[in-house]
Each structure stands twice: as structure tokens, then as C-alpha cells.
């Protein structure tokens, strides 16, 4: 079993900074992309920025410059530093990772929770 627990979510006034963190735990061999998704009522989810065990990441235009993801692999932990923030970028951010098992061939997508990020003064 795989399970990922995302934490920092809050309550910010825009122009305020958060950090999410998101921890996996359970059984599993590696640990490849991990990233940052969100969703806003009544729009798509969308990809907010992704990060590779070796540190290359992609992250979306709309948050570039504004937003960070880092990871510490020892820890099986990923990172979404926010700053500036604008009422906008309200959403359920979730946790995703792209995760191998032991003795099965398949690696496979698995999502956390979600948490909630609200921007209003």
C-alpha cells in the first residue's frame, strides 16, 4: 500500500506565502515524478508544477516565478514553496507520484488527498 499526506494548506491574504509538503509512506521501490496539481471549482485540474529524482522540473506558466518545488528523496518528500499568492491560485492542490512496487512491473500514478489553499484578504 502507497499512501501520500499533503500538509500546509491554509487560509493566506494575497501577496502571502505558503508551503505544502507531501509525504509518501507504505511499500514501494522507487519513487519517480512527483508534483503539484490543483483544482479550482468548476475548472479542470491542472498541472502546477513537476519535479524528477534528479531535480528537473516543469512547472506551469501561470505559477512560474512565483512558485518552487524541490524534493528530498530520503525523506520521500516533495515540496511546493508559494509566494506571492493571488486569489487565483485558490484551489485543492493535490500531491501526485509516479511510484514503482516491489515485484510489480508496472509503475503507476498515486494521489493524495488533497488540500485546500484559499487566497482572500
Known amino acids: 500500500q502507497v499512501q501520500l499526506v499533503e500538509s500546509g494548506g491554509g487560509l493566506v491574504q494575497p501577496g502571502g506565502s505558503l508551503r505544502l509538503s507531501c509525504a509518501a509512506s507504505?511499500?514501494?521501490?522507487?519513487?519517480?515524478?512527483m508534483g503539484w496539481y490543483r483544482q479550482a471549482p468548476g475548472k479542470q485540474r491542472e498541472l502546477v508544477s513537476t519535479?524528477?529524482?534528479?531535480?528537473?522540473?516543469v512547472t506551469a506558466a501561470s505559477v512560474k516565478g512565483r512558485f518552487t518545488i524541490s524534493r528530498d528523496n530520503a525523506k520521500n518528500t516533495v515540496y511546493l514553496q508559494m509566494n506571492s499568492l493571488k486569489p487565483e491560485d485558490t484551489a485543492v492542490y493535490y500531491c501526485?507520484?509516479?511510484?514503482?512496487?516491489?515485484?510489480?512491473?508496472?509503475?503507476?500514478?498515486?494521489w493524495g488527498q488533497g488540500t485546500q489553499v484559499t487566497v482572500s484578504s
Open positions: 501526485n507520484a509516479d511510484i514503482k512496487r516491489p515485484g510489480i512491473v508496472l509503475r503507476r500514478d498515486y
Open positions: 519535479i524528477t529524482r534528479d531535480s528537473s522540473t
Open positions: 507504505g511499500s514501494f521501490s522507487s519513487i519517480y515524478t
